[in-house]
């Protein structure tokens, strides 16, 4: 046995342990005929197909062969969201307090968000552009910018976006993470419109309510409307999908649980303290309920996957899936 | 399985239409028709293959062992080839109607007026 196929045999344990046994002699192979003489090492490229198809094949043992569409749904529903957010807080911080009001500004900006905020609008142009590898290092830099917003404005003393603010923008941004590769040329342009509606509906409100501070009522109202109008896109698409036996949908909702949790913070933790009427929670109470959608909502899809794996039949790891023949 | 067909879809039923092919005969076909611009990757192809397995459009015709190596031969099944054939068909009414339209826009399409010399001055 060569170097080279000792390699991809290791790269092969990406995939089920019955798949492998039944196909990764023809898929090893594969790659072993299309490789040029000399070569030691697969390429970063075959690595990544391996772990993709991999994957691909841990879903379906598992029952949820849509969940990677679902990632993708999700994925771009959840950089929709954020763009248009970046859109309207980029009004935002264009609405200083004025001079004789005391509040502390970051120049001519509120704060030190719009550095972010024009990060997220420049993903989009570059979503528009080039969707895929380009739009997801874009998203990268973004949520890297949003992130290094809080070591920022400790050493330079400067205001930034609350943290209730910024932890919803990085949750949509994780998701984000898996835009696909291909979209259709006018799904492509959709975050460019709805920054363009965000930015116009912000640009109509009175500045003595959307502008000085990010505090009350801006990101108490918005952040959670948003919550609902997400939560509600995501239940209607996936219940038009489930009528065509589609279930990526679900995947979607599930996946994005966790921003919609972090966008609608304020009224989960006023829920939370007892005092839903005051819709005022205190530190203390949005900390515990951010923590809390943070750990609780990632476990959901792992769980979701171990019960559709205990629902799949158990003898499918024993079959060839080609040709279906039994393994012995 | 969802129509229309994506491309890579479509061109691994149509490389199977001829005769059938292993992995590797059936990535090297993929690439000829296509014109070198859609080139599978062994995991990506075997991802393909199990959903049309799976969806009855493909079977597997026979195996052989080649210095050393496993090769699985894979054919068209009836439902490949109606399948592909529809697809065809589809495809086909849209060149037409497309190539039409150009037509009959290029010969509608007026010449540029010419441009009066000298210009405005």
Known sequence: MSNLERRYLRLLRAYPAGYRRARGAEIVGTYLDLAVPGRRWPSPGDAGDLLRGGLRQRLRA?????????????????????????????????????????VPTAGPFVSLGI??????????????????????RAVV??????????????????????????????????????LPDRL???????????????????????????????????????LPAAAVALLAVVLLLGAG?????DQRGGWAALI?????????????????DGLPDTYNPGWAALAATAVAVVLVGPTLLPLALAMRRRRARPTEHARCPTCDARRT | ?????????????????GEPLHGYGLIGEVAALSDGRVTLRPGTLYGALDRLVDAGLVEVDREEVVDGRL???????????????????RLRRNVEAATARLRARSRTARPLAPRTAGGLA
């Open chain 1, 184 to 222: 259709p040329t006018p799904l492509r342009a959709v975050p460019l419109v709805a920054i363009g509606s965000a930015g116009l509906v912000a640009a109509d409100l009175s500045p003595a309510i959307f502008g000085v501070s990010y505090y009350v009522p801006t990101a108490g109202q918005v």
């Open chain 2, 1 to 17: 399985m969802d129509t229309p067909l994506r491309e890579p879809t479509f061109l691994i039923l149509t490389a199977l239409a």
């Open chain 1, 141 to 178: 830099l973004a949520v890297l910018l949003t992130l290094a917003l809080v070591p920022a404005a400790a050493l330079t003393g400067l205001p930034r976006p609350p943290l209730f603010v910024l932890l919803p923008q990085v949750g949509l941004g994780l998701v984000a993470l898996g």
């Open chain 1, 256 to 272: 994005l649980l966790t921003p919609v949790g972090l966008l609608a913070l304020h009224p989960l933790a006023g829920a939370g």
């Open chain 1, 115 to 136: 550095g972010a905020w024009i990060a997220w609008l420049l993903a989009a142009v570059v979503h528009a552009l080039s969707p895929g590898r380009w739009a997801r």
């Open chain 2, 71 to 89: 090769r699985r031969y894979y054919r068209l099944s009836p439902a490949g080839d109606a399948t592909l054939g529809a697809e065809t068909e």
């Open chain 1, 241 to 245: 999908l489930a009528l065509r036996a």
């Open chain 1, 62 to 102: 598992a029952g949820a062969p849509d969940l990677m569409p679902g990632i993708r749904l999700a994925a771009v529903l959840a950089f929709l969201t954020a763009t248009s957010l970046a859109a309207a807080w980029s009004v935002l911080e264009l609405r200083p307090a004025p001079a004789d009001f005391d």
